[in-house]
């Protein structure tokens, strides 16, 4: 278990992006990283897509159906949107503006296009990529989850290609190797230290 870091509180705050592809273990990192005593906000995600039987609504994700999303989109209440495999996400705006207000690091975890959006929006956004071992790997995690049928697994694993490729547009990436949650958290959490003690850093504002 990684110790406390509440006394560290220098810099201005951050939002960091966690994104990769699909199954990567995104959920599994910020649930281990939920449990550290970090001055950290971690944004809950609005989608349109079918709650899995292990999530929480309000918790895991806000889950809306297509009426209540485009009625928060209308009112511009995103942050940022993506379509991903036929289901919406976005990030609500006032979530980040109110943990930015106090003093919070903000954590996203988003899909790749959404990590697109949000350099245009907040270019002082630290994105991680959070990569798997291996596509072979990535795929076992896919079918271990059941709720994807075989044809979506290989749509993801055909997008995992050109995810994987665009690594390099990312500020850092981590490996979430098998069993070891700990590691990709303590990466993490290194990452954000080191950012908060970047010398010249600006406060975080949007385009």
């Known amino acids: 278990m990684l110790g406390s870091r509440s ?21 599994a990192v910020f649930g281990y990283m ?15 897509r079918p709650r899995r039987r292990t999530e929480r609504n309000g918790i895991d ?13 209308e ?10 495999y036929g289901n919406w996400y976005g990030v609500p705006k006032k979530q980040v503006e109110d943990a930015l207000n106090r003093g919070q690091d903000v954590l996203l975890k988003i899909d790749i296009q959404g990590a697109d959006s949000i350099r245009r929006i907040i270019p002082m956004a630290v994105t991680v990529f959070l990569a798997p071992p291996s596509l072979e790997e990535l795929e076992r995690r896919l079918r271990f989850r059941k709720s994807e049928t075989i044809m979506d697994i290989r749509t993801r694993i055909e997008a995992a290609h050109g995810e994987l ?14 069993q070891r949650l700990d590691l990709a958290a303590f990466c993490i959490d290194s990452i954000i230290t ?11 504002e949007f385009i």
């Open 7 to 27: 006394f560290v509180d220098f810099g201005q705050p951050l939002v960091v992006v966690v994104s990769g592809p699909s199954g990567v273990g995104k959920d």
């Open 34 to 48: 939920q449990n550290l005593d970090r001055n950290w906000h971690f944004t809950i995600t609005a989608t349109t």
């Open 61 to 73: 994700y806000i889950f809306l159906d297509q009426d209540e999303f485009a009625n928060m989109r």
């Open 75 to 84: 009112e511009n209440q995103f942050l940022e949107i993506a379509n991903v």
């Open 165 to 178: 490729a665009v690594v390099n547009k990312f500020d850092y990436k981590v490996v979430n190797v098998n």
């Open 194 to 204: 080191a950012e908060r003690c970047r010398i010249g850093r600006s406060r975080t």
